[in-house]
T-cell receptor, first 114, second 113 residues
Framework: AQSVTQLGSHVSVSEGALVLLRCNYS??????LFWYVQYPNQGLQLLLK??????LVKGINGFEAEFKKSETSFHLTKPSAHMSDAAEYFC????????????FGSGTQLTVLP | KAGVTQTPRYLIKTRGQQVTLSCSPI?????VSWYQQTPGQGLQFLFE???????NKGNFPGRFSGRQFSNSRSEMNVSTLELGDSALYLC????????????FGEGSRLTVL
């Protein structure tokens, strides 16, 4: 079984500050990890994915995440927050045997303060 | 390239009714997955179809069903609606091979009264 835990259902940062959204996973097989973003009244959009290549993954809009097996973590970061980053962020895990059956975390609502 | 299209976007039903939601994937994508999103349970996988065959199924009762047509369009059906079925139903398409990204539609928001 696989699971994802996102620490902090709400995170607030000031514009220009570092964004850090936390994700820890549990998986009995090598995981594939994803970060998705959801803007109000929209579907989810992929930010980045880890599929066992480089442990530091760069995504769209300046986001990146580092896969740390020893810590079972896949935290999302962005050096400088922008107002347009305000959205809900979801971490998700799957395995190669069920690539489209994602298990999502509960989400983190990011607020960016002016 | 057109994205994933879901219809209807919003609908209201009463308990005991049934509902059918439609999803048109990105052209060329053969895999369609469905997810339910609620405030209490979050995002949960319903099922995936690939080339008209159900390939994976989540832990939902038999009232939830789906199908896929030869043009890859998919429908999901919920029978005997319950209040707890109120949710945003998201459809996602992908190429269907390997571990690739999912392309989500904007969802169909179902309210059950």
């Amino acid at each position: 079984a696989q699971s994802v835990t996102q620490l902090g259902s709400h995170v607030s940062v000031s514009e220009g500050a570092l964004v850090l959204l936390r994700c820890n996973y549990s998986s009995s097989v090598p995981p594939y990890l994803f970060w998705y973003v959801q803007y109000p009244n929209q579907g989810l959009q992929l930010l980045l994915k880890y599929t066992s290549a480089a442990t530091l993954v760069k995504g769209i809009n300046g986001f990146e995440a580092e896969f740390k097996k020893s810590e079972t973590s896949f935290h999302l970061t962005k050096p400088s927050a922008h107002m347009s980053d305000a959205a809900e962020y979801f971490c998700a895990v799957t395995s190669s045997g069920s690539a489209r059956q994602l298990t999502f975390g509960s989400g983190t609502q990011l607020t960016v303060l002016p | 390239k057109a994205g994933v299209t879901q219809t209807p976007r919003y609908l209201i039903k009463t308990r005991g009714q049934q509902v059918t939601l439609s999803c048109s994937p990105i052209s060329g994508h053969r895999s369609v997955s469905w997810y339910q999103q609620t405030p209490g349970q979050g995002l949960q996988f319903l099922f995936e179809y690939f080339s008209e065959t159900q390939r994976n199924k989540g832990n939902f009762p038999g009232r939830f069903s789906g199908r896929q047509f030869s043009n890859s369009r998919s429908e999901m059906n919920v029978s005997t609606l319950e209040l707890g079925d109120s949710a945003l139903y998201l459809c996602a398409s992908s190429g269907g091979q390997g571990v690739g990204e999912l392309f989500f539609g904007e969802g169909s928001r179902l309210t059950v009264l």
